[in-house]
């Protein structure tokens, strides 16, 4: 892929800022997922080959699946805050205030740069620099930029972009994926990736008790067929959050859109939605104060589960017959 010439100007301006700067913070979106830490760890990467000292933050406890990439444990989920963080360097987040703990970096957001680095189409451009590819990954993205800059990537930071660039295609198998993302994906093979071996690692290395989420997710199932929809529901104790069901049920011939609610401890409700046609469910994300992807979407709402549930599947239904009218 050929950046942009916008992206490629902004990166070389980035490149200026990284340089003169001494303690960045890199951060992600809530509930963060393999691209959002897979890219940063990479990031934190390059910014110390230019000598910064680098705080990776995300405040949320990181999936199990996410704690055998390279550096995970380098991910702290505490800001020192006596720390003068020169520079703040967001990674696949629509909006800062999709990043858990927002309210920390109010007071620096005045006086420190601000850089964005994303692939979400309805990015707020909320940054001093704003990198906003439409791309399969922000973890592509930071391929692309690491290449420009000319920065040797070592095996166990290719295989966190090699992560984020598979989780976020599934697989390569999601619309997302171009030939620009199998090009990025070579390149890192190159640097030393072992496919089969990370395949393994992400997606056939599930503990068994993720089988009792998965269980509970399957004897919930609910399939509307008249509108090709299927939602499956997961209250508190119905297994651990080992598992992401939204990839089971979207296998489902007879439908195009689903969508899986899951309980947390707090009572608030998470919810996965996903598109093998025409409905965009970012629309649906977004009367509720979510975001994301046309095909790809999240949501989290207050409880009770049940109330969520009936909100956001009358929404669903309504944009399912919205494209079915036009």
């Given amino acids: 892929m050929k950046l942009s010439e916008k992206t490629q100007a902004t990166a070389d301006e980035i490149r200026t800022l990284a ?26 990467h390059l910014l110390r080959q230019f000598g910064c000292n680098v705080t990776v933050w995300a405040e949320d406890p990181l999936d199990d699946y996410l704690l055998c990439l ?37 007071p620096m957001l005045s006086a420190v740069p601000v850089v964005n680095i994303d692939h979400h189409r309805d990015n707020t451009m909320f940054g001093m620099y704003n990198i906003v590819e439409d791309i399969s990954s922000v973890g592509e993205l ?23 660039i598979a989780c976020d295609t599934g697989r390569f198998l999601y619309s997302n994926t171009t030939a620009s993302t199998f090009e990025a994906a070579s390149f890192l093979i190159a640097q030393g990736v072992d496919p089969s071996e990370w395949g393994t690692r992400l997606f ?30 997961l209250p508190l104790g119905a297994g651990p959050d080992l598992v992401k069901p939204i990839d089971f049920i979207r296998q ?57 549930v009936a909100r956001v599947v009358a929404a669903v239904l309504d944009e399912i017959n919205d494209v079915a009218n036009h």
């Fill in 142 to 164: 930071v391929t692309w930029i690491a290449r420009r800059w000319n920065i040797p990537l070592p095996p166990g930071i290719a295989a966190c972009l090699y992560a984020a």
């Fill in 204 to 233: 056939e290395s599930l503990p068994a008790q993720a089988m009792v989420t998965l269980n509970s997710a399957l004897h919930n199932l609910v399939i509307d067929f008249e509108h090709r929809f299927a939602y499956t529901t």
């Fill in 252 to 308: 489902i011939k007879e439908a195009d859109v689903f969508a899986v609610f899951r309980e947390e401890a707090d009572h608030s409700v998470r919810i996965n939605l996903r598109s093998k046609g025409s409905v965009i469910v970012s629309r649906v994300a977004h009367q509720f104060g979510g975001g994301g992807h046309p095909k790809a979407a999240g949501i989290r709402l207050s409880g009770p589960l049940d109330c969520a």
């Fill in 70 to 106: 390279p550096g995970a444990e380098t991910v702290s989920q505490h800001i020192d805050m006596s720390v003068n963080y020169d520079s703040i360097w967001v990674l696949d987040n629509t909006s800062i205030e999709r990043i858990r703990g927002f309210e920390l970096l109010v």
């Fill in 19 to 44: 340089l003169q700067s001494k303690q960045c913070l890199v951060t992600v979106h809530q509930d963060p997922d393999a691209d959002a830490i897979g890219s940063a760890i990479a990031w934190a």
